[in-house]
C-alpha cells in the first residue's frame, strides 16, 4: 500500500478508495497525534466541509472517529477550507479537519487536516498519523467520550474576520462572483455586500452534485460573459473549498494568480506591509511576473510546486505574501493558508483605493506565453540526468536567448515528466515544448 497523504490531504473517490471507514480511522488517529491532553480538558476539533453530497457520509465518520477518541467537534457544515483554518485558530483548538476535493469532479473528495493555528501540516506528521491507522487503542466510554457542538456563530466570526482584514469601501463597484456551487456560495457574497459592492452571484445554487461543474476557477467562461454582460468592475471565481481566487476584469479579461500576486505584492509596499519586499511563489510562477518584480525592486523566493512549500517558506522567512498561478494566494497578516475570499476582497479594495480598473492593475506585467506538455510512460528519475534530454534544454535555451525559459519537473504521482516552455509567442512556446517532450519520449520510454 502506497502512502495515504498526497500532497494536500488524503483524497479518492468518496465511498470507493476514500470510505467511511478510511475517514474514522484517520480522525482517530489523527487524534492520538494532534489532541492535546494535558491539564486535564478534553481536546477539541473543528470539522467543516464542501457542498459535496458525500461530504455528509464522510463528514458523520470524521466526527464518530474524532469523538470516540474522546474529542470535543465543532461541527461547523460548509465553510470554505480558510474558515476552517481559522475557526481552528480563533477557537483554539487542537486540530481542524476539512473535507474537501477542492478543484476535483464531484464524485472524488478529500480530507485535510489543520494543527493548532490553523497550519497545515508537514510530512512528518501525516506519517505520525499514517502509522496509527488501524492500531488498537484504549477508547473512552461513557462521560469521557467526545461531545458535538454546532454553533452558527461560527460562520459569522470567519465573515467578521474577512470584513475587518480591509479598510476600503467597495461602494459604486459592481462585483460577479462565480462560487462554483462550492463552499463560499453563502460566504463570498456576504463578505462583498458587507463591504458595500453591488453583487452578482452566480454558481451558488448548490445541490450536492453540481460543485465545480463548468464553473468556478477552472471553467472561466460563464464568469466572463456575466461580467461583460452586467458591465462589472471585476470578477472572481473560487473553487469547490474557496481556497483559490481568479479574476476577470471589466473587459472580461482573465487575470491569473501570478497578475494578482503582482499586483497585491506593489500594493504591499506601498502600504508597508510587504516584509523585506519580497514575495514566495513557485518554479511555476511566468517569466513575466519574475521580471515585473525585477523592475519593481521587489525580490521573489521560488519553491517546488504545491502551496503547502509556499506557506513552509513563508513562515520559515517570516513573509507576508506568496501564492501560485493557479490563485491559492496567502496573506499570512490575515491566514494561515489561501484564502480566495480573502484574495479577492483585497483585489477590490485596491481597485477602490487607486481608482483605477483591474486591466490597468494586472498591466503590471506581461504574461509570457507558456505551453505544458505531459509526457507520460516514461522513467522520470533519469529526467535530471539524461545527456540527450540535456542537451535538447540547453539548445532551446540558447535559442530563447533570455526572453523564454524551459523547465522539465518530473511529476510527484505519476510515470510522467512535466515540459514547461515560455517563449516570446505562443507558436515558438508549443514547438519548443513539443520538440523537447518528443526526446523525452524516444529516451525516457519505459
Given at each position: 500500500m502506497g502512502r495515504v497523504f498526497g500532497t494536500d490531504g488524503v483524497r479518492g473517490t468518496a465511498n470507493a478508495e476514500l470510505t467511511a471507514e478510511l475517514a474514522l480511522d484517520l480522525a482517530f488517529a489523527a487524534a492520538q497525534v494532534l489532541g492535546d491532553r494535558?491539564?486535564?480538558?478534553?481536546?477539541?476539533?473543528?470539522?467543516?466541509?464542501?457542498?459535496?453530497?458525500?461530504?455528509?457520509?464522510?463528514?458523520?465518520?470524521?466526527?464518530?472517529?474524532?469523538?470516540?477518541?474522546?474529542?470535543?467537534?465543532?461541527?461547523?457544515?460548509?465553510?470554505p477550507t480558510p474558515g476552517a483554518a481559522f475557526l481552528t485558530e480563533a477557537l483554539g483548538a487542537d486540530l481542524g479537519v476539512m473535507?474537501?476535493?477542492?478543484?476535483?469532479?464531484?464524485?472524488?473528495?478529500?480530507?485535510?487536516?489543520?494543527?493548532?493555528?490553523?497550519?497545515?501540516?508537514?510530512?512528518?506528521?501525516?506519517?505520525?498519523?499514517?502509522?496509527?491507522?488501524?492500531?488498537?487503542?484504549?477508547?473512552?466510554?461513557?462521560?469521557?467520550?467526545?461531545r458535538v457542538i454546532d454553533d452558527?456563530?461560527?460562520?459569522?466570526?470567519?465573515?467578521?474576520?474577512?470584513?475587518?482584514?480591509?479598510?476600503?469601501?467597495?461602494a459604486g463597484l459592481t462585483i460577479v462572483l462565480d462560487c462554483a456551487n462550492g463552499a463560499a456560495h453563502e460566504v463570498g457574497p456576504d463578505v462583498f455586500r458587507r463591504l458595500g459592492a453591488s453583487v452578482v452571484s452566480i454558481h451558488d445554487a448548490p445541490d450536492g452534485l453540481n460543485i465545480n461543474e463548468n464553473c468556478g476557477s477552472t471553467h472561466l467562461g460563464a464568469l466572463q460573459r456575466a461580467v461583460l454582460e452586467h458591465n462589472a468592475d471585476a470578477g472572481f471565481a473560487f473553487d469547490g473549498d474557496a481556497d483559490r481566487c481568479l479574476a476577470v476584469d471589466s473587459r472580461g479579461e482573465v487575470v491569473d494568480g501570478d497578475q494578482i500576486l503582482a499586483l497585491l505584492a506593489l500594493a504591499g509596499r506601498e502600504a508597508g506591509w510587504l516584509v523585506r519586499d519580497t514575495v514566495v511563489a513557485t518554479v511555476m510562477s511566468n517569466l513575466g511576473f519574475l521580471q515585473a518584480l525585477q523592475r519593481a525592486g521587489i525580490s521573489v523566493e521560488q519553491t517546488a510546486?504545491?502551496?503547502?512549500?509556499?506557506?513552509?517558506?513563508?513562515?520559515?522567512?517570516?513573509?507576508?505574501?506568496?501564492?501560485?498561478?493557479?490563485?491559492?494566494v496567502i496573506l499570512s497578516q490575515h491566514a494561515s493558508?489561501?484564502?480566495?475570499?480573502?484574495?479577492?476582497?483585497?483585489?477590490?479594495?485596491?481597485?477602490?483605493?487607486?481608482?483605477?480598473?483591474?486591466?490597468?492593475?494586472?498591466?503590471?506585467?506581461?504574461?509570457?506565453?507558456?505551453?505544458?506538455?505531459?509526457?507520460?510512460g516514461v522513467d522520470k528519475s533519469r529526467a535530471d540526468s539524461d545527456p540527450a534530454v540535456a542537451q535538447v534544454v540547453s539548445a532551446v535555451e540558447a535559442e530563447l536567448a533570455g526572453s523564454g525559459r524551459v523547465l522539465l519537473r518530473p511529476s510527484g504521482?505519476?510515470?510522467?515528466?512535466?515540459?514547461?516552455?515560455?517563449?516570446?509567442t505562443q507558436e515558438a512556446a508549443q514547438t519548443a515544448a513539443d520538440r523537447i517532450a518528443q526526446v523525452v519520449k524516444d529516451h525516457l520510454a519505459l
Open positions: 494535558t491539564g486535564g480538558r478534553r481536546p477539541l476539533a473543528v470539522v467543516a466541509r464542501d457542498t459535496r453530497a458525500s461530504g455528509e457520509l464522510l463528514e458523520a465518520a470524521v466526527i464518530a472517529g474524532l469523538a470516540s477518541a474522546g474529542v470535543d467537534v465543532h461541527r461547523v457544515g460548509t465553510l473535507i474537501s476535493a477542492s478543484h476535483n469532479p464531484m464524485p472524488d473528495n478529500g480530507i485535510k487536516f489543520f494543527g493548532r493555528g490553523g497550519h497545515k501540516l508537514d510530512d512528518a506528521v501525516e506519517d505520525e498519523i499514517e502509522a496509527l491507522l488501524g492500531v488498537r487503542a484504549d477508547r473512552p466510554t461513557g462521560g469521557a467520550v467526545g452558527g456563530a461560527d460562520h459569522s466570526a470567519y465573515v467578521d474576520h474577512l470584513v475587518a482584514s480591509v479598510s476600503a469601501d467597495l510546486v504545491g502551496d503547502r512549500y509556499v506557506l513552509e517558506a513563508m513562515r520559515a522567512g517570516g513573509y507576508t505574501l506568496g501564492g501560485e498561478q493557479s490563485g491559492h493558508t489561501g484564502d480566495g475570499v480573502l484574495t479577492a476582497v483585497h483585489v477590490a479594495a485596491r481597485i477602490a483605493q487607486t481608482g483605477r480598473s483591474l486591466s490597468d492593475l494586472a498591466a503590471v506585467m506581461t504574461r509570457l506565453p507558456q505551453v505544458l506538455v505531459n509526457v507520460p504521482t505519476e510515470p510522467l515528466v512535466r515540459v514547461m516552455v515560455e517563449a516570446p
